[in-house]
C-alpha cells in the first residue's frame, strides 16, 4: 500500500472530546441540556445497531437521550403523531428518523414534519434549500463528515477536482453542494456516467457513495488522489466498501478504509448537530422573548 491511511475513527474521537467540552459549557452557560430524539420504526438490524451507537455517544458527550422506538408496522399517522409531538417538545433539541423506514412509510413527508432547527440529520426540504443557498442551518452527518475529514488530513478543496460518485439524497447530492460550497469543481457521476473510471481518473478527489462493493478499482483513481469511501457492505469477510481497498490503496495518495473511515463520522457529526440545534433553538427563544 502506497496510499496514507486517514483515520476516521481518531478524528471522530477529537470531535467528540471537543463536543464534550462544548456541552458542558452550554449547559453551565444556558441551564439547559440538549437533548436527542433519535426515531426507530421496527427493528431492521443494522439500524439497531446504528441507533444503540448514537443513543450510547448521546450520552457520553453529556446530552439527554429522548429515543422513541415504534413498531414494524406503524402507520404512517403514527409516525407522523409522533414527530409532530417531538417537534413541540421544548426538550427535544433534535430529531432524526432512522432510515430506511418500513417499506409502508413514505418517509419524505415524515422528514418534513422536523422543525428545521431540530432537523439534525440535515435532510427536511427547508434545510436541502439552504444548503443549496448557502445559508447557514444543520448539514447532512455523513456529507459534514467527509468535509471534516478532508480538512483533518489537509487536502485542499478549493479548486480541486472532486467526482462524486452517487446522486442520493443522503449523501452524494449534499457532499456535492458541500464540495461546490467550498470552491471545488465537482461532478457527480451515477449508473448512466459514461467512461466512469476515465471520469474518475481526472479527479484529485474520489467521493464514492453509489452502494454498490468494490465498484471504485485501481484503475478509476489517479495516482497520488485522495480516496473517499462511504459505502458500507456487510459480506462473510466482514465489512467493506465501494474502493475495492487494496488495489486503490496502491494508486492513491489518501484513502479511507472501512471500516473506520467515514462511517465514525457520521455519528460525531449527528452529536455536533445535535449541540447546534439546542444553540440555535435558545438564540430564537431568546429573540421571541425580546421581541
Ligand atoms: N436518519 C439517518 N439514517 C441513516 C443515516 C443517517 O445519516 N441518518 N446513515 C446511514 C447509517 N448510519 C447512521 O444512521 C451509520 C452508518 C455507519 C456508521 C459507522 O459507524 N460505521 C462503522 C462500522 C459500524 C459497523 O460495524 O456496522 C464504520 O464504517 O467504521 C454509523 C452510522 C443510513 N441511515
New binding site residues.
Given amino acids: 500500500m502506497t496510499a496514507g491511511l486517514i483515520d476516521?475513527k481518531a478524528v471522530a474521537a477529537r470531535v467528540r472530546a471537543a463536543l464534550k467540552d462544548d456541552v458542558s459549557a452550554f449547559i453551565a452557560r444556558t441551564g439547559v441540556q440538549p437533548g436527542l430524539a433519535t426515531v426507530l420504526v421496527g427493528g431492521d438490524p443494522?439500524?439497531e445497531?446504528?441507533v444503540a451507537?448514537?443513543r450510547k455517544s448521546t450520552v457520553a458527550s453529556g446530552m439527554a437521550d429522548l429515543h422513541q422506538h415504534l413498531p414494524e408496522d406503524a402507520s404512517q399517522a403514527e409516525v407522523e403523531s409522533l414527530l409532530r409531538r417531538l417537534a413541540a417538545d421544548p426538550q427535544v433539541s433534535g430529531i432524526?428518523?432512522?432510515?430506511?423506514v418500513p417499506a409502508q412509510l413514505n418517509a419524505a413527508p415524515l422528514i418534513d414534519l422536523i422543525p428545521f432547527e431540530k432537523d439534525v440529520?440535515g435532510?427536511t426540504t427547508l434545510s436541502v434549500g439552504r444548503l443549496a443557498q448557502q445559508k447557514p442551518g444543520l448539514r447532512?452527518?455523513?456529507p459534514a463528515g467527509v468535509i471534516e475529514l478532508l480538512d483533518a488530513y489537509d487536502v485542499p478543496i478549493e479548486g480541486a477536482n472532486v467526482v462524486v460518485i452517487g446522486r442520493s439524497e443522503?449523501v452524494g447530492r449534499p457532499v456535492a453542494q458541500l464540495l461546490v460550497n467550498r470552491n471545488a469543481t465537482v461532478t457527480i457521476a451515477h449508473s448512466r456516467t459514461r467512461n466512469l473510471a476515465e471520469v474518475c481518473r481526472a479527479a484529485d478527489i474520489v467521493v464514492a457513495a453509489v452502494g454498490v462493493k468494490g465498484l471504485i478499482t485501481a484503475e478509476h483513481i489517479k495516482p497520488g488522489a485522495t480516496v473517499i469511501d462511504v459505502g458500507?457492505h456487510r459480506g462473510p469477510e466482514g465489512?467493506s466498501g465501494d474502493v475495492d481497498f487494496g488495489p486503490a490503496a496502491e494508486v492513491a495518495g489518501l484513502i479511507t478504509p472501512?471500516?473506520?473511515?467515514?462511517?465514525?463520522m457520521?455519528?460525531a457529526m449527528?452529536l455536533v448537530n445535535t449541540l447546534r440545534a439546542a444553540e440555535l433553538q435558545y438564540e430564537l427563544a431568546g429573540a421571541a422573548a425580546t421581541a
Fill in positions: 476516521g443494522a439500524s445497531v446504528y451507537n448514537k432524526l428518523l432512522q432510515l430506511p440529520d435532510l447532512p452527518c455523513t443522503l458500507i465489512l472501512v471500516p473506520g473511515g467515514v462511517g465514525p457520521t455519528i449527528l
